[in-house]
């Protein structure tokens, strides 16, 4: 089933990419079709979820037994959320109307390839496995910028790809240093979970998870290492930013909680509080250089800083200390899984809004905006949905991961959980801000003709934002899940 | 002893002899079964050093040559190299008024890589190492015509005789240090010897083998072969000598006792400056081809890394040979795309190929993220096996150096990929070659995503290969 998640994008992508020039226009229907076939398994593999500290469902094969290497998926409790995301993210921002340039095939073979690699880097249980998902899912987003992007793309893209692409080697050192330490050698992540290879948080320990966080701080990223997150999300396409914002920053947390929490255990609690103090800081500095942005998409791409930080906070204050508080640190991880996922509903939403906007003004310039209430009320609407969602409104997704990752971190780092609500106020006044700015006061004359959304797009939104909502009047069933691994995890810890 | 053991090359001495009176009589129009004739005996070659895979691993002939795995495999990749070449070349040297001659030259510089990676004796050193410069300095030059092929010939063999001429005297302080010349027995030889005067005969062999490898500070022909040679050429001469250089100097460093020469730190700097030159000269080049040569010389810089490692981790010989494999392909690819479009060198004019040659574009993107060591094409396991070797000899720094490289080196690749996907296409086809480049240009470029997805026959027999003397 989870093997078949994976490859049914993969073979789709394959045949997409090789349609011949006179039925290029097939391109679309047969990527939308197979897109979505993942989305109905993933609801199976939901279903049939038992849950607890070790992944099921495993499927594995012997693949280069010589260097220790198994093709081996399976689901947790952090995994599957995740997996449910992209499982939805893909074919909605597929479907999601893009200038094209006339390279459809191309266009919907690499969304298909990027949704499958997506699949892999998070039901990946083999560390060479996961490495290769992971490094193509930056070759593929490297394509989809450079392509379909406007402004000044290739440089955006190349950017991204010579960032992402360091820290993905940073973290091979890693992978090398957790891998030479096993014996016989072997790259099974199910493994090195239950018998952690490195225990103790010496130098050899230390150094490999210093590899792996330059990796995950790139990728998700926090302050310092988030240069390369603004460009790239301002000149990608929309679809290509929702997924970029919605799945691959996903993948850079998604590491701290499978890799940095569950198999460097000792080495995490040595660094937890470092690590909290960077995500605060990013946390803050997120909010702080939104407040200055007048770019829409930039301003969307900086509040992203924000909410990576507080999922990172979550991470880091359930792995924080020995003992004690275990229902506090596992409310804060539960609060770092929700966090992703409302995040990447939310986020999507916002960047493919920014881009239908983008298609009929060809600019993200805020103030250039205003009284767009009255020619486009279901842009409006959803963008005041999705806004209300991001600065954290009791009843959307992304209140319910603010309050767990706060209320769990409180116990472990009270001051920085201070700082950070603070930030989170900033938070609020921008996203009202942007609702002023883009819907309120007198409609300027150039917009006279502006065009609400068409059917697709709202459709698409509304199936993003409509999650969100439900997630943020009854979580249990998204919590239940990940509870069940987070309540292992951190009682392990 | 046998002549049995021996096979391989027999085959490939005996089929060039045999193959240059026959082009010296033969009406030109005929000249062209040369290469048909070459494939044949290349294919016969491979098939006598795949029946010695099995065979128990040693030395022959009184210890002076090696029939272990590391120099079967050896001659495998030189002879699948040299058939790429010959595919590459067919059409490439069509109207050439001395076709035939060439696959004679071909074969005998084939000859000279694999016993290169065969040697286990210094005398065997010398002659594998002049045999493919001699034959090296002729092929580059085939183009008489073409002052650039002159002048990369030039170049190529004033280096050569230099640093050629700095390894013989090397090669005879070393045999008058040990008394012998067999490597075997080399080692316990040395151990008493004046340590200052086995340092000079170790430095002075290291620029020849520097040389062949394209490593630093021997390195500079490459660039200028990669752009001036006939275009199947450079893609053999940037892969074949190097191969055989490689394995060879991981054989020599075997004798050479840590506790009087620090081989292994000044191979470790060797491998640093080599690949970071390479990559830093590749940065700013407009010229494809001139970008191939630079890449090829960080290349070697990364397979040094494997001899570095020699000894101290069971990954050192796994890692060259797959990473060598690797290399050769992604060589042979890159350079059968600048081959069947007719040895197009000025990046500009790549622009669109992705929509007027789909294919060659994807061979192209394949080779490059290969170099690069994306996953999951052949040079990605290559390059994590050579990480995983170093990091297991305590050489974590050199890893860290490969990795900043490796990140470094996206830049170029990205400059010639930018004009090939991302960039319209200019009024008027790119002109190809023909059939035969294109194979010879879309094998290799399958095999790379081939052998990186069924890496366990490879590896599989990598790890038992012996590397003689070790």
């Keep these: 089933m989870l093997t078949a998640i994976i490859l049914i994008p993969l073979l789709g992508a394959l045949v997409v990419g090789l349609l011949p020039t006179t039925r290029a226009p097939l391109a679309r229907p047969i990527a939308l079709v197979v897109s979505f076939v993942p989305l109905v398994l993933t609801v199976l593999v939901w279903l049939r979820f038992e849950g607890g500290l070790l992944p099921e469902q495993i499927e594995s094969l012997r693949w280069i037994p010589a260097l220790g290497v198994e093709y081996k998926v399976g689901v947790d409790g952090i995994s599957l959320p995740l997996v449910a995301l992209t ?48 490094d193509l899912t930056l070759v593929g987003m490297y394509f989809v910028i450079a392509i379909w992007g406007h402004g000044d793309a290739l440089r955006s893209a190349l950017k991204f790809f010579i960032y992402t692409l360091t820290g993905s080697l940073a973290m091979l050192l890693g992978i090398l240093g957790l891998y030479l330490a096993t014996s016989p050698r072997s790259f099974d992540m199910v493994a090195l979970i239950q018998n952690p290879a490195l225990p103790g948080g010496g130098l050899r320990a230390s150094l490999v998870f210093l590899g792996f966080a330059v990796a995950f701080l790139i990728k998700a990223p926090l302050v310092p290492f988030h240069t390369w997150l603004p460009p790239a999300h301002v000149d990608a396409p929309g679809p290509g930013s929702a997924v970029l914002a919605g799945i691959l920053l996903k993948m850079g947390t998604y590491g701290f909680i499978r890799i940095s929490l ?123 949905v999705a806004a209300f969602g991001g600065l954290g409104l009791p009843g959307l997704a992304q209140f319910v991961a603010d309050i767990s990752v706060f209320v769990g971190a409180f116990a472990v780092y009270p001051v920085l959980v201070i700082v950070s609500v603070a930030a989170l106020v900033v938070l609020a006044a921008l996203f009202l801000r942007m609702l002023r700015m883009m819907f309120l006061g007198p409609l300027a004359d150039r917009w006279r003709e502006f065009t609400d959304l068409d059917r697709v797009e709202s459709a698409v939104l509304v199936s993003l934002l409509a999650p969100a909502v439900v997630i943020g009047v009854i979580p249990a069933w998204l919590i239940n899940v990940i509870d069940a691994t987070a309540g292992a995890v951190v009682g392990r810890l | 002893m046998s ?293 090829s010389v960080s290349q070697s810089g990364y397979a040094l890394m494997a001899v570095v490692a020699l000894g101290r981790s069971d990954l050192a010989v796994p890692s060259l040979l797959f990473f060598l494999l690797a290399y050769a392909l992604g060589n042979m690819a890159a350079f059968g795309v600048v081959t069947e479009l007719r040895g197009l060198a000025d990046r500009s004019r790549y622009a669109g190929l992705s929509r007027t040659r789909p294919w060659l574009a994807f061979v192209l993107l394949i080779a490059f993220l290969s170099f690069i060591g994306i996953p999951p094409l052949a040079g990605f396991a290559g390059k994590l096996a050579l990480f995983g070797a170093v990091i297991q000899s305590g050489y974590t720094w050199l890893a860290v150096v490969a990795i900043i490289n490796t990140a470094l080196s996206i830049a170029y690749y990205a400059r010639v990929i930018a004009p090939v996907y991302f960039s319209a296409p200019e009024p008027g086809l790119a002109a190809t070659l023909g059939i035969w480049a294109r194979v010879g240009a879309v094998v290799p470029g399958f095999l790379l995503i081939l052998f990186g997805i069924v890496a366990e026959p490879l590896f599989h027999s990598f790890f038992s290969a012996q590397l003689l003397p070790w």
């Design chain 1, 87 to 134: 499982a939805l993210l893909f074919p909605v921002s597929m479907a999601y109307p893009l200038d094209l340039l006339g390279r459809e095939r191309m266009y919907y073979a690499i969304f298909l390839f990027l949704e499958a690699a997506s699949f892999g880097v998070f039901l990946a249980l083999d560390l060479f496995l996961f490495f290769i998902f992971w």
């Design chain 1, 262 to 384: 569950l198999m460097l255990p000792d080495a995490f609690r040595k660094y937890a509080l470092a690590l909290a103090i960077v995500s605060v800081v990013s946390i803050v500095y997120g909010a702080l250089v939104s407040l200055a942005q007048t770019n829409l998409k930039r301003l969307i791409a900086y509040t992203s800083i924000t909410h990576m930080g507080l999922v990172v906070l979550g991470i880091a204050a359930a792995g924080g200390v020995l003992g004690g508080d275990v229902e506090a640190r596992r409310v804060a991880l539960d609060g770092a899984v929700v966090g992703m996922v409302s995040h990447g509903l939310i986020t999507a939403a916002l960047f493919l809004i920014s881009g239908s906007v983008y298609a009929r003004a060809h600019t993200y310039e805020m103030p250039e905006f205003g009284g767009l209430l009255s020619r486009a009320p279901r842009l409006a609407l959803l963008t005041i």
């Design chain 2, 3 to 295: 002549l049995v053991s021996i096979l391989p090359e027999l085959i490939l001495l005996g089929g060039a002899v045999a193959l240059l009176p026959l082009v010296l009589f033969f009406p030109w129009r005929l000249q062209n079964l040369a290469a048909h004739y070459s494939l044949f005996v290349l294919a016969l070659s491979g098939a006598a050093s795949v029946a010695m895979l099995g065979d128990p691993q040693g030395s022959t002939f009184f210890g002076t040559y090696s029939v272990d795995d590391s120099a079967v495999w050896g001659k495998l990749i030189i002879l699948a190299v040299t058939m790429l070449t010959v595919a590459l070349s067919y059409q490439w040297f069509d109207r050439d008024k001395r076709r035939g001659e060439y696959y004679v030259l071909l074969l005998m510089a084939a000859l000279g890589g694999i016993i290169l990676a065969g040697m286990t004796d210094l005398m065997e050193l010398v002659l594998g190492v002049l045999l493919t410069s001699a034959t090296g300095y002729v092929l580059t030059a085939y183009h008489r015509a073409s002052a650039r092929s002159g002048e990369a010939a030039i170049k190529y063999y004033l280096l050569g005789a230099l640093t050629n001429g700095f390894m013989v005297y090397g090669v005879v302080l070393l045999f008058a240090l040990a008394g012998t010349t067999v490597l075997g027995t080399m080692r316990a030889d040395l151990s008493t010897a004046d340590p200052f005067a086995l340092i000079v005969a170790v430095a002075l062999i290291a620029m020849g083998l520097a040389f062949k490898l394209g490593a630093v500070p021997a390195h500079a022909w490459m660039p200028d072969v990669a752009d001036g040679a006939p275009a199947p050429v450079a893609a053999f001469l940037t892969a074949a000598p190097k191969i055989g250089a490689l394995i060879a100097l991981s054989r020599l460093v075997a004798v050479f006792p840590e506790s009087q020469v620090g081989w292994r730190p000044l191979v470790a700097v060797l491998a640093a400056a080599t690949m970071t030159v390479g990559n830093l000269a590749a940065l700013r080049q407009e010229d494809v081809r001139r970008l191939l040569g630079w890449s």
